[in-house]
């Protein structure tokens, strides 16, 4: 059965269950992973192989999942415990030895039995030599009946214990003693080591800063040596995120890494007694899953790009899956997985398992799809869980996740609800009546900044026209951050501004302003509102203003689909607009909450012909515009740039 047609309601209301504590969550980690199925083919198969993977995608879909989910699949191969030895020949290049998993603990004991041993007979012979002197200098002078000899014998007695125990080589004990750099367990699962955003010493491993350079204070060199995460992830996984942030040397060194499968360890900073020190090489045989979002390919340096095509695998993973049967069991027991790993909150009722799944729907922001940014639909989930415990709810209900909605807005819908009321405070914008050359606009927030929802806000845009100082040269002059938008925007619907209006604009100079933009603001799908505000202030017809539009123009006057429609048709209704034009190609794409459900009539368009006939108030100049623009549709069609 294609679950497309059937509500979330029916759906969810059919299955067998009562919460999703009856929703079976699976054990293995790459079977908690969903909707990302080609993904998952691709990471596994690369594990079974020790393969590189580049992971490319939206945040919170599941790259690190995946990730962490090879282990499973890594070969069985031995793990090994990585040592540090002092070299005596030269005190900074201390030696690198494997054992067997389990095994480094055991040997670094024996090391440290035996330095006690040792120190303990340095000292038992010091304490010997120094006790004879004084026996002898004592017997000399009961003898000679001389005192000062004892007093003599004494005084070198101490000498000799004070120098003895300042001097290194009595002290070597500590240098016999070698550290563990990587140590397991022997049934251990291979290393997953999340590498994301650390400084290179961290990754590439460091050897520590010795105040006490000289002088018999000195630390041993092998003891200042640190692991990098490099060495950690020997034998399984190293996951670095947003790998175009790594620093080009460190992309380089982990390079280099990849290709030797060791590694020396060196003081990463410069000026450090540490830089001076550096190992012999240190195994790390890792795979390497980078990730990042798209633009990561940017800042990634070609080589490291190039090694991972060559020896391993690129995946883009989704941001969305479609709406089916199948894919909403997966939403289900995504949503189940998420209560048992929280381990707090309490399990969801079908009332809530339906607002979940529609949020799902809507975020994805396409009819007849889910999202797969689940990191923040996770993230609703948990808020819904707190709301319930907060009002000692056993289990978790829809009216939980409504207030959970409400409260765990992100910052671009608070900034809009405020602005919003403060735009309807200083009237900034009309929601009745008509106007010329003023259009209330639909913008989106926070489409650029990783997140998942979009924003909407009414933009109101308001157009001018003047004569233009010198015939022939008439501007666009549009001020902000949005003004390239408006004048690319006028520039490619001048054309049908010249048919339709039958008006040079060249004669004219043309002025847009944006009234009350923010920063993060987009506006390129304001075209449709900037061609009708301009068309207005040109025909002087006034614009109804108790309705708002989106919709990008194409240079034909057709209106093209646009990013986040349903969030702007519920800013339209937030700010208590009757009518909000939409281009017909988005009609399908909104999804509207139960609390904004028929508040406003949408009107679907195709042509910025559709957009004037529904925005324009009725006059006559309107139907003299309209008898104009009839007489140009005649076929053949013109409306079409001028060739
Ligand atoms: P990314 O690495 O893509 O930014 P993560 O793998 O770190 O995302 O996902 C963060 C959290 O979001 C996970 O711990 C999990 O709770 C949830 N999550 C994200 N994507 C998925 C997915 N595809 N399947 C199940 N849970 C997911």
Redesign the pocket.
């Given at each position: 059965m294609d679950a497309n047609n059937e509500s979330i309601e029916d759906w969810v209301n059919s299955e067998n269950i009562q919460t999703t504590k009856d929703v079976e969550v699976p054990k293995i980690l790459f079977d908690?992973?969903?909707?990302?199925e080609e993904a998952g083919e691709v990471v596994k198969k690369a594990a079974l192989q020790k393969r590189h993977v580049l992971l490319l995608?939206?945040?919170?879909?599941?790259?690190?999942?995946?990730a962490q989910s090879m282990v499973d699949f890594l070969p069985k191969e031995e793990l090994e415990d990585i040592v540090v030895f002092h070299n005596p020949e030269d005190n900074n290049r201390p030696k690198i030895k494997t054992f067997p998993a389990g095994k480094a603990k055991e040997i670094v004991r024996q090391y440290q039995i035996r330095a006690e041993q040792d120190k303990k007979d340095k000292s038992r012979m010091i304490i010997t030599i120094v006790f004879s002197i004084f026996i002898v200098g004592l017997i000399l002078s009961i003898l000679t009946l001389n005192y000062y000899i004892v007093f003599l014998a004494l005084l070198v007695a101490v000498m000799i214990y004070f120098f003895a125990s300042m001097n290194p080589a009595m002290r070597s004990e500590r240098a016999m003693i070698p550290k563990i750099l990587v140590s397991h367990t022997p049934n251990d699962k291979p290393p997953f080591i999340d590498s994301t955003g650390v400084h290179s010493g961290a990754l590439l491993g460091d050897v520590r800063h010795d105040p006490f350079q000289s002088g018999g204070l000195e630390t041993p060199s092998h003891d200042r040596v640190e692991a990098g995460n490099i060495h950690k992830a020997d034998k399984g996984v190293l996951f670095i995120?947003e790998i175009n942030l790594l620093r080009p040397e460190s992309q380089q060194a982990l390079l280099t890494a990849m290709q030797e499968k060791k590694f020396p360890i060196s003081g990463q900073s410069e000026r450090s007694t540490g830089a001076l020190v550096q190992t012999e090489p240190v195994p790390c045989d890792f795979v390497l899953v980078a990730?990042g979002n798209l633009d990561a390919l940017q800042g990634m340096h070609p080589a490291l790009r190039s090694r991972i095509r060559g020896y391993g695998y690129e995946v883009y993973?989704r941001d969305s899956m479609e709406d089916n049967e199948e894919n909403r069991k997966k939403l289900l027991q995504?949503i189940a997985?998420?209560v048992v790993?929280d381990k707090k909150i309490p399990h969801f009722d079908k009332s809530a398992v339906i607002e979940i799944m529609k949020e799902a729907q809507k975020r994805s922001g396409r009819r007849g799809k889910l999202t797969?940014r689940?990191?923040e639909l996770?993230g609703l989930i948990r808020a819904a869980g707190d709301v319930a415990i907060s009002e000692k709810a056993s289990v978790v209900t829809s009216d939980h996740v409504i207030k959970a909605k409400e409260f765990s807005k992100p910052v671009e819908q608070q900034i809009a609800d405020r602005s919003l009321e403060i735009k309807r405070l200083y009237k900034t914008f009309h929601n009745k009546g008509a106007e010329v050359g003023t259009v209330n606009g639909l913008a989106v927030m926070g489409a650029n900044s990783g997140m998942a929802e979009y924003t909407g806000i009414v933009m109101p845009i308001v157009a001018e026209i003047t004569p233009s100082q010198t015939k022939g040269h008439g501007s666009v002059f549009a001020t902000g951050k949005l003004g390239d938008i408006a004048k690319e925007a006028v520039q490619n619907v001048s054309a049908v501004f010249k048919k339709i209006s039958g008006k040079d604009l060249s004669d004219l100079d043309i002025h847009i302003q944006f009234i009350g933009t923010y920063e993060g603001v987009e506006g390129d799908s304001a075209s449709v509102s900037i061609a009708t505000a301009v068309i207005s202030a040109i025909e002087e017809i006034p614009i109804k203003q108790n309705l708002a539009m989106t919709g990008s123009l194409s240079v034909r006057g057709n209106v093209l689909p646009v990013g986040g429609v349903t969030a702007k048709v519920e800013a339209a209704i937030d700010a208590g607009l009757d009518e909000v034009i939409v281009p017909a190609s988005n009609f399908g794409d909104i999804i509207l909450d139960q609390k904004y459900t028929d508040k406003i009539k949408i009107i679907p368009v195709s042509t910025i012909e559709e957009v004037l006939d529904e925005a324009l108030e009725k006059s006559d100049e309107k139907k003299l515009l309209f008898e104009r623009i009839a007489e140009l549709l005649k076929p053949p069609s013109t409306i079409s740039p001028s060739k």
């Open positions: 908690q992973v969903i909707g990302q995608g939206e945040p919170g879909t599941g790259k690190s999942m995946l995120d990730a993973v995504f997985q998420e790993k797969l689940l990191r996770g």
